[in-house]
């Protein structure tokens, strides 16, 4: 294998080094995060784009104009993944078997947090802000296992999301919201690099040895968000929303050692075509009690394609003569759910929800690194009123990831193969633990359920 070899290992591993795509069995599909309301994850997130909570602005600004006065919830989620790999016969390593097993689990346990605060200016305009991390987690595999030459040594991604929003109420039906995304994503790959035997470089040795990479990348990205709910009925709300598409600059330095140093770049940069999302969500009240909850929501992957990395020149940044690409390749993905909530009492409200998520990543493009898959969510939640105006919110989540698969072969089609093959299952999931704390100034006092 020549250098060429080394340019497509560092395709694939600058896909998590300028995104940090990391621990995709927490997210939402691929490697957006869905935990951004703790009330909304008590019920999968079923209805949460008609509203219910402040967090609802995350998904459709004009929610806002449900709560009147000033508002403030903050929260934070603790997500704990699973990722296991094992690897199956025909991974080989230089048309030799792969050096090294499987792995126990690679994914690292993270803690997320938003926030969001609503102020009603006027009788038919509220001013809103919330802070989010759309996209990332990180990673972490063993320097040697079979699928070494598709997966990072380490990843971290933090992204940082702020939307200042406004909504207006033209009437008791129909409200609409507007705003802004300004975001934030800083990046940090270390990986190792095999270099095969007999590969066209001054001093590499006939046998395979290791070199290092070092990827760090930082960058903002601008775009906008956009609602309406209605409210046909007394008890009912439906809400769409939009939040659009981001095209991510990253600017950074690819640093290398060992026979390949002589690649490092300190100016490379690229930009990562992130979705845009819309969701429609539905509160339809039963009972005074009861209400049930529904969610569709679809989102754009298939616009990310192909990601070229670029030096400060504007050439594309090459190791040996192969430019560095990112070959994302997905398809869009979708999310369904359905739950419900039922107020027990004046101060205390139970929820439960179950989902369907359709990945964006199928087998054809699937990695070590990104080994996601079709999901089934399920969750419940609470809200307890302490006192007037003040109020938590609780829910847990167990995701299921379903059996994801990895060939990367010549046959495949898989556009990170690089001339290594290898084939694999893994074993995916994860359980989400998260906890809000809500204050809305001059908010009523709980109210007693009055049955009809």
Known sequence: MSLQGWGSVLRATSALGLLAIASAQANAGGFAVHEQSVYGQGTSFAGIAAGGALSSMYWNPATMTQFA????????????????????PGSSLFGLPAV????????????????????????????????????????????LWAGRDYAANSSKLVTYNAAPSLAYRFNDWISVGIGAQIQRATATLNTGVTIPPG?????????????????????????????????????????????????????????????????????????????????????????????????????????????????????????????VTIPFQYKDGWFFALG?????????????????????????????????????????????????????DLAYSHVWVQGPSINITAVSGNPFFDGINYIGNVNAHADVFSLAMVYRWGAPEPAPIIAK
């Open 69 to 88: 006065g000033k508002g403030l919830e903050v929260g934070a989620s603790g997500l704990f993944p699973f990722a296991s790999n094992t690897p199956l």
């Open 100 to 143: 090294g097993g499987g792995t126990f689990n690679v994914g690292n346990d993270a803690l997320l947090a938003n926030g969001y605060f609503t102020y009603q200016f006027s009788p038919n305009l509220w001013l809103g802000m919330s802070l989010n991390s759309p996209f990332g987690l990180s990673q972490a595999f063993p320097d």
């Open 199 to 323: 590969a066209v470089a001054p001093g590499v040795p006939p046998s395979p040895i290791f070199a290092d990479s070092t990827l760090h990348g930082d960058g903002w990205a601008y775009g906008l968000t956009a609602g309406v709910t209605l409210t046909p009925t007394p008890t009912t709300t439906i809400g769409v929303g939009y939040r659009s598409a981001l095209n991510q600059k990253i600017d950074g330095s690819l640093l290398l050692t060992g026979p390949v140093a002589a690649f490092s770049n300190g100016s490379i940069h690229t930009t990562v075509d992130l979705p845009d999302t819309v969701s429609l969500g539905i509160r339809q009240r039963v009972t005074p009690q009861l209400t049930l909850l529904g969610t569709a929501e679809w989102t754009n992957w298939s616009r990310i394609g192909t990601s070229n990395v670029l030096t400060a020149s504007g050439a594309p940044a090459i190791v040996g003569a192969t430019p």
């Open 340 to 392: 419900g909530e039922y107020q027990w009492s004046d101060r205390l409200t139970v929820r439960a929800g179950a989902a369907y998520e359709i990945s964006p990543i199928d087998d054809r493009v699937r990695t070590p690194l990104i080994p996601d898959n079709n999901r089934v969510w399920a969750s419940i939640g609470a809200s307890w009123q302490v006192f007037r105006g003040f109020s938590f």
